[in-house]
């Protein structure tokens, strides 16, 4: 089955930097675009950074110029670089991934939406 980890949450002060990571295992035929989004409690899940597998990357306004998107698609990794954290970047981030491969124990070429674990980000002095 198809899974994604995520690593590198955790506190910080504001300046700071941090990197998440995230790895998709299983079985996989394909990988699409890769990203991150983040949720505070009573809030949506936003969007933060997205990859295409071309590597063409989008951002939210609130994290240009702060923020960068990778993947490594060989190691079947995403990563996020947060740098100049602000206390407004507190919240869960989750890894998100659209995969075509063994779903349910079939193979399909369909590309399916998956999440990771979720990662806590503190931003606070």
């Known amino acids: 089955q198809v899974q994604l980890v995520e690593s590198g949450g955790g506190s910080v002060q504001p300046g700071g930097s941090l990197r998440l990571s995230c790895v998709a295992s299983?079985?996989?035929?394909?990988?699409?675009?890769m990203g991150w989004y983040r949720q505070v409690p009573g809030k949506e899940r936003e969007l933060v950074a997205d990859?295409?597998?071309?590597?063409?990357?989008s951002y939210a306004d609130s994290v240009k110029g702060r923020f960068t998107v990778s993947r490594d698609s060989a190691q079947k990794t995403v990563y996020l670089y947060m740098n100049n954290l602000k206390a407004d970047d507190t919240a869960a981030y989750y890894c998100h991934a659209k995969i075509s491969g063994q779903r349910f124990g079939i193979w399909s070429n369909d590309k399916y939406p998956y999440w990771g674990q979720g990662t806590q980000v503190v931003v606070s002095s």
């Open positions: 990859i295409t597998n071309a590597g063409i990357a």
């Open positions: 299983g079985g996989i035929s394909e990988i699409g675009v």
